[in-house]
């Protein structure tokens, strides 16, 4: 199984490997647990990938969120 290094935050924004039909590949990430909710950057369109997915089809981050108290 794939690993992501870094840690996942909320207000985090990814490209993704594959363009969204809309022709986007930028999503900001709105929901971290067992799936990953994202919202593209271009078209707003919500979706949830299972982390799996999520993982083998990240490419880079573009802008870091900010950690919580929580997650320190």
Do not use: N
Not at 22 to 36: F, M, P, S, T, Y
Request: glycine share 10%; net charge positive.
């Amino acid at each position: 199984m794939i690993e992501i290094s870094a840690p996942l935050y909320v207000g985090d924004v990814v490209e993704m490997r594959k363009p969204h039909p809309c022709g986007g590949k930028q999503w900001e990430i709105v929901r971290v647990g067992a799936d990953i909710g994202l919202v593209c950057q271009t078209c707003k369109r919500r979706v949830l990938l299972p982390r799996r997915d999520f993982a083998r089809g990240v490419k880079r981050f573009i802008r870091r969120g900010a950690a919580t108290e929580s997650d320190a």
